[in-house]
């Protein structure tokens, strides 16, 4: 009997998903989504080497027919470099977010302008962290969104193709980049133009200012605890008081999960919803193009966190009656303590109780993994 099977990797806090989808035509596609975890608490290169070991076996000599990148956070893009010394993924066709093309920041005016506006805005939030005993999840924070350690593995990436990666948003046109005959498959975000996904930057946070040409200054001197006073106790008064600066690197850390390739896979009956780690705004998005449908399969958005099963929208995609008889599975990849607020357990419990199956990565060793089998009827 033929059978869907989708392996979700526990890489400790990120992704890696790998699908085996047979094909009318006798083939049987493989497919990875993301591969990465993120750096301090929630991440291990052992796990991923261990990932590695398992994609090695599984592939042999052939390459995936198909990689996707859903975003530029580490979490999601580190692993092909990181065990490229031994193993080094190839891949027939790549897709990659559209605001990682090369040129995107060329053609795109606003999104540039927003961009560099969250950059300078990192640089002094990392600047400001790298004097202060910033708290492990602020430090977390940085990290994923650390666009220098994060550029080369994207570029990475884009030159494991045997064809030029293909730099994919919702409109984007992806006949002849794909290896399906049979199985459908549906792009559902991001839109194009990223500068949608940008709230508004705080322009003034402890310690930091604009000088007068607009740029973002730090001090000068280090931020120690005065006499006398723990210095947890210190930089958990300093976060409480740095609040601006929380907001914006969170502000910049959700415009990058918002553009988040999303895809929709239907095969033999079964609809799979795959949304990267998209949070409100591209579910908003994704919601008022009337994109979402139920579906079979869930991979959980963000990691578990609220901001990515916003209500109204799981109530389209996962809706508490089934819209059809067949079982329902959600799966959800995540670690305690390594991102604020994630997982949402209250999220994970409501999707939990419409599933028929319900896997959580936390539930296995770093490096092993859930199977996901869809029989065809």
Not at 295 to 315: A, E, M
Request: charged share 25%; with cysteine.
């Amino acid at each position: 009997m033929a059978e869907l099977r989708i392996r979700i990797y526990n890489v400790i806090f990120g992704d890696a998903i790998l699908l085996t989808i047979p094909e009318s035509d006798g083939r049987t596609v493989t497919m990875l989504i993301d591969f990465g975890n993120a750096l301090l608490k929630g991440g291990d290169d052992d796990a991923l080497r261990a990932v590695g070991e398992n994609l090695k076996r599984e592939l042999g000599n052939d390459p995936l027919d198909l990689y996707i990148m859903t975003h530029e956070h580490m979490d999601h893009v580190q692993g092909p470099l990181l065990i490229s010394k031994k193993f080094r993924i190839k891949a027939r066709e790549v897709w990659m977010t559209a605001s990682s093309a090369p040129d995107y920041y060329e053609r795109f005016a606003n999104a540039r302008k927003k961009r560099l506006a969250a950059l300078d805005a990192y640089d002094s939030i990392a600047a400001f962290a790298a004097r202060t005993a910033a708290p492990e999840r602020f430090q977390m924070l940085l990290a994923l969104n650390n666009p220098r350690a994060s550029r080369d593995c994207v570029d990475f990436i884009a030159a494991i193709g045997e064809k030029p990666a293909h730099y994919v948003h919702r409109e984007a046109a992806i006949d002849g980049h794909h290896p399906f005959v049979e199985t459908g498959i549906r792009l559902l975000a991001p839109e194009e133009d990223t500068s949608v996904y940008y709230g508004r930057l705080r322009p003034r946070t402890l310690g930091v200012s604009p000088n007068a040409g607009g740029s973002v200054e730090t001090p000068s001197d280090p931020v120690v605890p005065p006499a006398g006073v723990a210095a947890g106790d210190f930089f958990d008064l300093i976060e409480f008081r740095a609040t601006g600066m929380s907001a914006n690197l969170r502000t910049i850390d959700k415009a990058a999960n918002n553009s988040s390739v999303a895809i929709e896979l239907e095969w033999r009956g079964w609809r799979l919803l795959f949304p990267g780690d998209a949070e409100e705004k591209s579910w908003e998005i994704m919601d008022r193009e009337n994109l979402l449908r139920p579906v079979h399969f869930l991979k959980i958005s963000h990691h578990g966190s609220r901001n990515g099963s916003p209500l109204h929208q799981i109530d389209k995609v996962f809706p508490a009656q089934p819209h059809d008889g067949r079982h329902r599975v959600c799966v959800v990849s995540t670690s305690v303590g390594a991102y604020p607020g994630v997982p949402d357990e209250e999220s994970l419990a409501l999707l939990r109780s419409r599933s028929t199956e319900f896997h959580d990565t936390r539930d296995l060793a770093h490096g092993k993994w859930h199977d996901v089998v869809f029989a065809a009827p």
